[in-house]
């Protein structure tokens, strides 16, 4: 079997976000193969080992010589992984079920970047958020307040930022 196209996407992605990966397998074989999963592997480097996550696994189909098929998967990252530089490791017949000539084309990778989990709802229900002046006056000073009954103590800023909307404001009644 042989990975001849790979894709993820997005290429940065929060911790606890999802992945949409594929992997195209090549039968280069003389005869049939049984059977051509994707094994889809979270690591810190090119290499599969003990250490790097299995993120799930497509189901492959049964190739004829000289076929291909594409296998895909939306896979979830894990919300307890620290957010840094990554490979998805795309690892075709994983449990290496499949009698090969060549065994070392069965893995390739592509870089991706997690990123900080994002706050799930239950750690910012109870939270509210205060704006004024509301409206605020093009131009002027915006301030923005979080507070909640569960905060240890509740943030306030003051901040200058400013935007521009391709669009006019529209009003309806």
């Known amino acids: 079997m042989l990975l001849t196209q790979i894709g ?3 290429s940065r992605v929060p911790a606890g976000g999802s992945l949409s990966l594929s992997a195209t397998v090549a039968n280069q074989g003389a005869g049939p193969a049984a059977n051509a999963p994707v ?7 090119q290499v599969l080992d003990a250490s790097d996550r299995l993120l799930g696994t497509s189901t492959g189909s049964a190739l ?14 894990p ?10 490791l795309f690892v ?3 449990l290496n079920a499949l009698s090969e000539t060549n065994e070392a084309n069965n893995l390739a990778a592509l870089a991706v970047t997690v990123t900080q989990a994002l706050a799930s709802r ?17 131009g002027q000073p915006l301030q923005v307040e979080l507070s909640g009954a569960g905060a240890a103590c509740a ?3 003051t901040s200058t930022m400013r935007w521009a909307s391709a669009c006019a404001p529209s009003h309806s009644r």
């Open 39 to 45: 094994g889809y592997y979270l690591s810190t480097n």
């Open 64 to 77: 004829a010589a000289n076929l291909t098929n594409t296998g895909q998967l939306l896979a979830a990252v």
């Open 92 to 94: 075709a017949d994983p």
């Open 122 to 138: 239950e750690q910012t229900a109870g939270y509210a958020v205060a704006v004024a002046p509301n409206p605020v006056a093009s």
């Open 8 to 10: 993820a996407s997005p």
């Open 155 to 157: 943030a306030r800023s």
């Open 79 to 88: 919300g307890n992984v620290p957010a840094g530089a990554y490979y998805v």
